[in-house]
């Protein structure tokens, strides 16, 4: 197996008709022109604040705005300081606001955010009602689903999501959409997602303390909004793993017949590794974050003997010089550790053998060099590097790089939820759009 990274090229195609036909339709031209719903997402990390403004049209997103700023008042993906993640959180999207020319405030934008960290939890839970043997109608499926979130949670925890994986009708298994359906017997196993109470309110305080409002319902685990940004529907169909290496944690998500399976947060991430190398050599962590991104690799053999990097001098040490072979050992050392965690993570629980295409790798951890090749001798599967794809607009290049995943993914997050409004959502709005889909919730209409 090559040791490097790849990815599916899509075919482009061109439909000769569309060269032939002219358009005479003025309508459609306009409706093309119409302003779409302006979205936000903010990526709340450990180090960074990401935040990315988009405009979310019927065929296209367009990123309009993006603010990426170094932070500090997270830990471990969980809040320690409130006025310092608010005032970075401000930062950010001030700067995104300018290239976009939105007041995002004023705008009223729906706003979404990631959280990550280790009271993070996930797990299945089973739902079952009688049906009197009649037909499955829509009715049947939302209460179902309901009575699979219904799970006692614990008093600490508040549930942020949830996906059925597949439904029963009496004894036939493994169906994907039961109505229409007859029986007398309807079953779902529902994935739930729950964060801590407390964890999830010092994040939303914190959004408001920087004069945003977001509903707990736009908080979104980090890495399933980084999934929305850099996997391809065939990889959630045949299994897929998707590890997201933020800057204090890291966050793996596991996919197959398009559900989430499993999910893990694990309290270690890029900025340990830079902890390491501040300590090793008793530099600022600026100087080892610096090193690392610019010398740091997951291989001692790719560099030379004769390689070395330059420490600066600080204070009365005149710094020296080290080896690159010598750091890349040592950032080996923790990964390996890392993905070895995970992977008997993924064999414990059973899914390591639904992973047929193999493991994407993400966040601002994953640019580590000679990274994939690593976790392919670990896990024994095709590996490759995640950046967000599919976006348009002028700013769009700003954020194809894998630590903007999850502020993209919240986007595309933001679509998907404008499209479960109403599939007029454009013309409509968004208020009209959101009755729509309380209705459909309440009365099944």
């Known amino acids: 197996m090559q040791g490097k990274d790849w990815e599916f090229q899509p075919t482009e195609e061109r439909d000769e008709r569309d060269a032939a036909v002219p358009i005479v339709h003025e309508t459609a031209v306009d409706d093309a022109e119409k302003e779409g719903e302006i979205v936000v997402g903010i990526d709340v990390g450990t180090t960074k604040v990401c935040c990315v403004i988009a405009e979310i049209r019927p065929d296209r997103i367009e990123i309009i705005g993006t603010g990426f700023v170094a932070s500090r008042g997270i830990r471990k993906g969980v809040v320690v300081s409130i006025e310092e993640t608010a005032n970075f959180i401000r930062q950010a999207v001030a700067k995104a606001e300018d290239p976009a020319g939105k007041d995002i405030r004023k705008a009223n934008c729906p706003i979404f955010v990631s959280i990550s960290g280790s009271h993070i939890k996930g797990f299945v839970s089973p739902g079952i009602i009688l049906l009197r043997d009649k037909t499955i109608t829509e009715q049947d499926v939302v209460k179902v689903e309901d009575f699979a979130r219904e799970t006692k949670l614990p008093n600490d925890h508040v549930l942020i999501f949830s996906e059925p994986q597949e439904f029963s009708v009496d004894d036939n298994t493994g169906i994907k959409d039961p109505r229409g359906m007859s029986g007398v017997r309807l079953s779902t196993t529902m994935y739930i997602v729950t964060a801590a109470r407390g964890d999830l309110n010092n994040l939303v305080t914190c959004c408001k303390n920087a004069e945003l409002s977001v509903p707990y319902d736009n908080v979104v685990m980090e890495s399933i909004a980084a999934a929305e940004a850099v996997l391809k529907d065939e990889e959630r169909e045949m299994g897929v793993v998707l590890i997201d290496i933020g800057g204090g944690t890291t966050g793996v998500a596991v996919y197959h017949n398009h559900t989430l399976q499993h999910i893990r947060?694990?309290?270690?991430?890029?900025?340990?590794?830079?902890?390491?190398?501040?300590?090793?050599?008793?530099?600022?962590?600026?100087?080892?974050?610096?090193?690392?991104?610019?010398?740091?690799?997951?291989?001692?053999?790719?560099?030379?003997?004769?390689?070395?990097?330059?420490?600066?001098?600080?204070g009365d040490d005149d710094g020296g010089k080290v080896p690159r072979s010598v750091m890349a050992v040592m950032l080996e050392a923790r990964m390996r550790e890392l993905f070895e965690v995970i992977n008997e993570d993924l064999m414990k629980i059973g899914v390591k053998s639904k992973i047929k295409s193999g493991i994407v790798l993400t966040g601002g951890g994953a640019e580590l060099e000679a990274l994939t090749p690593l976790a392919e001798t670990i896990f024994g599967l095709r590996v490759r590097r995640g950046y967000p794809t599919g976006f348009a607009g002028r700013e769009a290049e700003k954020i194809n790089g894998a630590r903007f995943a999850a502020a993209a993914g919240l986007i595309r997050h933001a679509q998907k939820n404008l499209g479960d409004f109403g599939s007029d959502w454009e013309g409509e709005g968004w208020w009209s759009g959101i009755t729509a889909w309380f209705g459909k919730k309440l009365f099944g209409k």
């Open 265 to 314: 947060e694990i309290a270690y991430g890029g900025h340990d590794l830079t902890e390491m190398l501040a300590s090793e050599w008793h530099t600022p962590m600026s100087v080892a974050e610096d090193l690392k991104n610019n010398f740091g690799a997951a291989d001692p053999a790719i560099f030379k003997d004769n390689e070395y990097i330059a420490i600066p001098a600080q």
